[in-house]
């Protein structure tokens, strides 16, 4: 599968951003799919997994009750909607896509994603 990712932006703290990533080659139900960050000098993190058949999802502390993880199997896509956005949520957003069970146990393990998009710059100015 292939993914690509769009939607990111310079948005204002307390403001809105709706991540996409567009999956071609399969069936995006086919795999557990999910958003990962990396901040300048900072390690990739977590933000939020939707399972294969999209009944479950997890989020990072950081982000529940923000942000909003969601599929569209009809368009074959990925969303992370963001809502009251702080500047310590500026990053480079990733999606990524798992076929592995191990996944259920630890999803926020990133060796656990088999196929990454390329990154979508998130700026939220203070």
């Known amino acids: 599968v292939q993914l690509q990712a769009s939607g990111g932006g310079l948005v204002q703290a307390g403001g809105s951003l709706r991540l996409s990533c567009a999956a071609s080659g399969r069936a995006i139900n086919n795999y557990a799919t999910g958003w990962f960050r990396q901040a300048p000098g900072k390690e990739r993190e977590f933000v939020a997994v939707i399972t294969w058949g999209g009944g479950t999802t997890y989020n990072a502390d950081s982000v529940k009750g923000r942000f909003t993880i969601s599929r569209d199997s009809a368009k074959n896509t990925l969303y992370l909607q963001m809502n009251s956005l702080k500047p310590e949520d500026t990053a480079v957003y990733y999606c990524?896509?798992?076929?592995?069970?191990?996944?259920?146990?630890?999803?926020?393990?990133?060796?656990?994603?088999?196929?990454w998009g390329q990154g979508t710059q998130v700026t939220v100015s203070s």
């Open positions: 990524a896509a798992s076929v592995s069970g191990g996944l259920r146990a630890s999803p926020g393990r990133s060796s656990l994603y088999d196929y």
